[in-house]
Every structure is written in structure tokens, then in C-alpha cells.
């Protein structure tokens, strides 16, 4: 996808321009280009030491976990215990050296709505236009993801797992890879370098999780996600294209109806939409849209 597709005029809501390689600014500009990498590597390990933290107590009250067999239950926990971990790593990082952080620091603000909502079509028909051209050269298997989160065991496993994915997943991952990764990378080469990179890291963090032909759709989609990111000033767009493309894909590998597909992106929107309305009513996230000249 060509950055100059997002191209538009100036607004209040624009974010300026990239600032100069190794640029100590504040916020998102003083986070150096290295913690980039090492908050990914960071965010690794602190899912494989919470998922142990969460497989020893299982055991111990007797729940039986091999190499070769996980119980779905427990696969639910650990990839919530990822999602956490991925949080956790970027607000570590964001702070080294003393630096005050804030939610809207990661980008988690507000920006203008009729502008956000035609990036957020443009990136999602980016994507899926890419994903259909790639399908037709490159033939993936069906994923055993839900499977081995046991969405055909009972309701409760379905309803889990579809929080994970469709709820959970996209602000986690949003927050790293966009909310720091790509804002800490942007630091080092400005907006195009930073959004391939990411986009590659992306892609590449889902080894385990999908077909190894997926990850590079999944890596585009990694790519247009900063973009959007860059030109919205805001992760509330990438979170609504990741949760619609995960409810699809969700709902595709279900095989529910075609009616269920929108109706679990609406759903899934809907509480991430909840619950940030209430964190902005404590005041734990900013309600205010993005001053003039700030950057995502």
C-alpha cells in the first residue's frame, strides 16, 4: 500500500512531521529506536514466564499438561496472560529513564471521526484486497488455533476464545507494536522504514499461532496498521480494523453464516467501545481529540 494513498489535506487532527532520526523529544518522540526490538523480545519472554505462572498452579491442582496436549481452558489463560504481558512490556520500556507517561502517549486518544473512519475503510479494503490477491496464489490450511482454544467444547470456551480474539488481542497487540514499537522505530528513520519493520515483527510474532503462508498478509496488515496509525494520531483506528479482521476471520473459521460475521465485529467494537468510555469517564484515558500539530 503506497503511503501516499493516505495523503490528505491539512487538519487540526494531522499529526506533523516525523522528527529527526534520534530525535529526544517527549512522549512517543524520546523513546529510543532500540527498545523497539527489545520490548518485543521483552514481550516474549514475559508470555512464556506468565504462561509457566499459569501452568504450574494448573498442575498442581492436577490438571494434566504435556508437549503434546495443552486443555483448552489453560491455552485461554496463557494467551490472556500474553495479551497482559504485551501491555505490561511497552509501559516498562516507555518509562526507562524516569520518563512520566501517559495513555495518550501510546496513542490512545481521541481524533476526528469522519476523518478515522475513511482510513479505517481504506486500510481494511487495503488489506482484504491484499489478502484475496494472496489466496489466490498461495493456498494456506485452515488454522487449529480455535481448535486448540476449544471453541467446539461448550459455549463458555466459544465465548472465551471470541473475547480473546476479537476483544482482547487487538488492543494488546495495538498497544505494542503500534502504541510503542512502530512510535519507538519512527524515532530512528520516520514513518515508512518504521511501518515495514513493524509490519514484519508483526507478522513474524504469529509463527505459532497461524500457517506460515498467512504471515505475509498479516504482515501487510502489520504495515497499512502504522500507517493508519500515522495519519489518524490514533490507535482507536487500528484497534477497529484489527477487532473487525480478527471477527471475520473468527467467524470464517467457525464457519458460522455470513450474518454472524458483522454481527461479532459489532459486538467485539461495542465493548472495546464500553469499556473505553468508562476508562475516559475515570479518567484514566484522555476524552480530548488530539491538540493541534500532535503526532501518533
Not at 494513498?5 to 506533523?16: D, L, Q, Y
Not at 470456551?157 to 507494536?177: D, Q
Not at 498478509?217 to 490514533?234: D, E, H, N, V
Amino acid at each position: 500500500m503506497d503511503d501516499s494513498a493516505f495523503a490528505s489535506p491539512p487538519s487540526s487532527a494531522v499529526p506533523a512531521p516525523d522528527p529527526p532520526a534520534g530525535a529526544t523529544g517527549s512522549g512517543s518522540d524520546a523513546w529510543r529506536p532500540w527498545t523497539a526490538p527489545a520490548a518485543l523480545i521483552g514481550a516474549i519472554v514475559a508470555a512464556a514466564l506468565g504462561g509457566i505462572l499459569v501452568d504450574i498452579p494448573a498442575v498442581a491442582f492436577g490438571v494434566r499438561i504435556t508437549s503434546a496436549h495443552i486443555p483448552p481452558g489453560i491455552v485461554n489463560l496463557d494467551t490472556a496472560v500474553q495479551d497482559v504481558g504485551f501491555v505490561v512490556t511497552a509501559v516498562f520500556f516507555a518509562h526507562l529513564g524516569g520518563r512520566a507517561v501517559s495513555a495518550s502517549d501510546f496513542g490512545l486518544r481521541p481524533t476526528r471521526l469522519a476523518r478515522a473512519v475513511g482510513f479505517i475503510v481504506l486500510t481494511y479494503l487495503g488489506f482484504f484486497a491484499f489478502a484475496v490477491a494472496w489466496g489466490a496464489i498461495a493456498e494456506a490450511p485452515k488454522e487449529e488455533l480455535l481448535k486448540q482454544l476449544g471453541t467446539e467444547k461448550n459455549a463458555a470456551l466459544l465465548i472465551a476464545s471470541a473475547v480473546l480474539t476479537c476483544v482482547v488481542a487487538p488492543v494488546c497487540e495495538e498497544f505494542l507494536f503500534r502504541g510503542y514499537i512502530f512510535a519507538a522505530l519512527r524515532n530512528w528513520r520516520g514513518t515508512v522504514p518504521a511501518a515495514v519493520i513493524t509490519g514484519i515483527l508483526f507478522g513474524g510474532v504469529h509463527a505459532t499461532s497461524a500457517p506460515a503462508v498467512d504471515l505475509v498478509p498479516l504482515a501487510f496488515l502489520g504495515f497499512a496498521l502504522c500507517l493508519l496509525y500515522q495519519r489518524t494520531g490514533s490507535l482507536y483506528p487500528c484497534i477497529v480494523v484489527h477487532a473487525i479482521n480478527n471477527s471475520v476471520a473468527f467467524a470464517q473459521l467457525e464457519e458460522w453464516h455470513w450474518w454472524a460475521y458483522p454481527l461479532l465485529a459489532a459486538a467485539s467494537l461495542g465493548v472495546i467501545g464500553t469499556v473505553a468510555a468508562v476508562l475516559m469517564r475515570v479518567r484514566i484515558l484522555g476524552s480530548e481529540p488530539i491538540p493541534v500539530g500532535a503526532r501518533g
